[in-house]
């Protein structure tokens, strides 16, 4: 074997030992950073319940004290929840964001919450959803956008529905029990129970009766 051999296999080797020696750690870092009700993080929320995991890393995640998680969820990595516009706001007595049992939060998503924020139990949501009770204040065509007051309307989204990857729930939002919200869909104002919707803004595809789901073929019709 030539030098130049020999020194392209231990350059090879090293490579190699490096590469275990980061992906190791960083599973090592994964476990260590997991949030539990057991954690200085856990204990920070105002509930996070037993048996519920927040995987790490964590996104922005503040105003604990005035965010509940029920018991045996799942929080993705990089999930950013919030209570307030910024962290140390006073909030009042009662939580503003409440996720439920068996909930599973997608990878990526943000919960932001200022007013309230409502989620039902079993509620599951592909990665990059985002869920907001507030939106930017617009009612004065003078005065920047951004300088105007913002508006906040309760969220609510009932058990046992799912969301699908990149969802957006706007601010008064109500939707029902069993939903299933197509990737990608813009939702708003109100959505019944056990139906299936898609678009933006989100309409109503398939719904269920007593009979079954009604065919897809059906013309759709607008949500609240």
Not at 15 to 28: P, S
Not at 29 to 35: D, L
Not at 64 to 69: A, K, L, S
Not at 135 to 163: E, F, K, M, T
Request: aromatic fraction near 8%.
């Amino acid at each position: 074997m030539s030098w130049k051999a020999g020194t392209e296999r231990i350059r090879d080797a090293r490579r190699a030992l490096v590469w275990q020696a980061v992906h190791w750690g960083w599973r090592e870092f994964q476990r260590a950073g997991i949030v539990t009700a057991g954690t200085p993080a856990g204990r920070a929320f105002r509930r996070f319940g037993d048996g519920s995991v927040m995987a790490f890393p964590a996104g922005s995640v503040f105003g604990e004290h005035w965010i509940t998680v029920g018991d045996g969820t799942v929080i993705g990595a990089l999930v950013t929840m919030s209570a307030g516009l910024v962290p140390g706001q006073d909030l009042g007595s009662d939580p503003v964001l409440r996720i439920g049992d068996r909930c599973v939060i997608g990878r990526g998503s943000h919960i932001v919450a200022h007013l309230s924020v409502d989620i039902g139990d079993d509620v599951w949501t592909g990665p990059y959803v985002y869920i907001t009770d507030q939106n930017h204040g617009y009612s004065d065509p003078g005065v920047p956008i951004g300088r105007q007051p913002p508006v906040n309307r309760a969220v609510s989204i009932g058990a046992g529905s799912w969301l699908g990857a990149g969802a957006i729930v706007l601010p008064g939002a109500r939707i029902g029990r069993n939903v299933v919200i197509a990737a990608g869909s813009v939702v708003r104002g109100e959505v019944p129970d056990r139906c299936v919707v898609a678009g933006v803004p989100a309409k109503v595809v398939r719904e269920h009766t007593g009979d079954g789901w009604r065919p897809p073929g059906q013309a759709p019709y607008p949500v609240g």
